[in-house]
């Protein structure tokens, strides 16, 4: 079992930054693929980001690359997606995810566990 608790979510304006954080408990001494995924109102859940344990497999979504950084810092067990230039667009609620693999995926399913989710609001 693994326990994730996002936090850093929060209202920002145009063009702002937020850094969430992704704090795991639990089976972290397995290694896994921290993902992010993002929900708007009445939209299906999208990826966002991936990253794998050592950090040299990344891969992001065409609507954040170039304005969103993913890392992680093992010893700590906890991951975070730095987002610069933030749009209206991106107003989501955002879910880190953890996959028992080293293998990054976009895919939701590919998850076995998730967090609660964290609301980002970007206003115009």
């Known amino acids: 079992q693994v326990q994730l608790v996002e936090s850093g979510g929060g209202l920002v304006q145009t063009g702002g930054s937020l850094r969430l954080s992704c704090a795991a408990s639990?089976?972290?001494?397995?290694?896994?693929?921290m993902g992010w995924f993002r929900q708007a109102p009445g939209k299906e859940r999208e990826f966002v980001a991936a990253?794998?344990?050592?950090?040299?497999?990344?891969h992001y979504s065409d609507s954040v690359k170039g304005r969103f950084t993913v890392s992680r810092e093992n010893a700590k067990n906890t991951g975070y997606l730095q987002m610069n230039s933030l749009r209206p667009d991106d107003t989501a609620v955002y879910y880190c995810?953890?996959?028992?693999?080293?293998?990054?995926?976009?895919?939701?399913?590919?998850?076995?566990?998730w967090g609660q989710g964290t609301q980002v609001t970007v206003s115009s």
């Open positions: 990253i794998n344990w050592m950090g040299y497999s990344i």
């Open positions: 995810a953890a996959r028992f693999s080293d293998i990054v995926s976009s895919t939701a399913s590919m998850y076995d566990y």
């Open positions: 639990g089976r972290t001494f397995s290694r896994y693929v």
